[in-house]
């Protein structure tokens, strides 16, 4: 089945200091990607929406300055915490749908436990 | 998209039946019943969708309602790996990309 791959899959750093995440789509062309946050206990909430292309669309509520999304591929999109602070520590997931990819559209990566110290 | 309500927990015996309900009441034509899991600090697996005929695959049953207002997600053999939240979500086509809006869901927990 289709696959999308998530890196790392945790990372620890110190606030103040940008941290990348990466998510590929390996086996079909992800014309969108999308990003959501869970902390803990907590269900999935969609933080923006990305075309390949074009600039991301941000869910209320979420900085766009804070989580630079670059979707410049069909098969990758990154998220970039910037300046990142203890509360910005949670579990970052991508999911991705386009073309070639399964009938049933959304895959999801298998996602990146952030940790500010 | 439709708001989907779900129990907030269940518990199912190793081998039986667990029958995971979803409401939907706000459901519009065109949109399709999804079911995720997701497993301890993984990222969601897709289980099955559907609009409205009953579907099944190799990991389950879905029943839509004749009037697709609620669901029933079934693995008919549950197993101890089964244990996970599950997300009944309701959006708009199958592959334009509309975005996937997780509810809280239901936690699973299958007994030995």
């Known amino acids: 089945g289709a696959v999308v791959s998530q890196h790392p899959s945790w990372v620890i750093c110190k606030s103040g200091t940008s941290v990348k995440i990466e998510c590929r789509s390996l086996d079909f062309q992800a014309t969108t990607m999308f990003w959501y946050r869970q902390f803990p206990k907590q269900s999935l909430m969609l933080m923006a929406t990305?075309?390949?292309?074009?600039?991301?669309?941000?869910e209320q509520g979420v900085e766009k300055d804070k989580f630079l999304i670059n979707h410049a591929s069909l098969t990758l999109s990154t998220l970039t915490v910037t300046s990142a602070h203890p509360e910005d520590s949670s579990f970052y997931i991508c999911s991705a749908v386009g073309q070639g990819g399964p009938n049933y559209g959304y895959t999801f990566g298998s996602g990146t436990r952030l940790t500010v110290v | 998209d439709a708001k989907t309500t779900q129990p907030p927990s269940m518990d199912c015996a190793e081998g039986r039946a667990a029958n995971l309900p979803c409401n939907h009441s706000?459901?519009?034509?065109?949109?399709?019943v999804y079911w995720y899991r997701q497993i301890h600090s993984q990222g969601p697996q897709y289980i099955i969708h559907?609009?409205?005929n009953n579907e099944t695959n190799e990991m389950a049953s879905l029943i839509i309602t004749e009037d697709r207002k609620s669901s029933t997600l079934i693995l008919p053999h549950a197993t101890l790996r089964d244990t996970a939240v599950y997300y009944c979500?309701?959006?708009?086509?199958?592959?334009?990309?509309?975005?996937?809006?997780f509810g809280e869901g239901t936690q699973l927990t299958v007994n030995p």
């Open positions: 706000t459901i519009s034509g065109n949109e399709y």
């Open positions: 979500i309701v959006s708009s086509e199958e592959t334009s990309g509309s975005r996937l809006t």
């Open positions: 559907g609009l409205k």
């Open positions: 990305s075309n390949e292309g074009s600039k991301a669309t941000y």
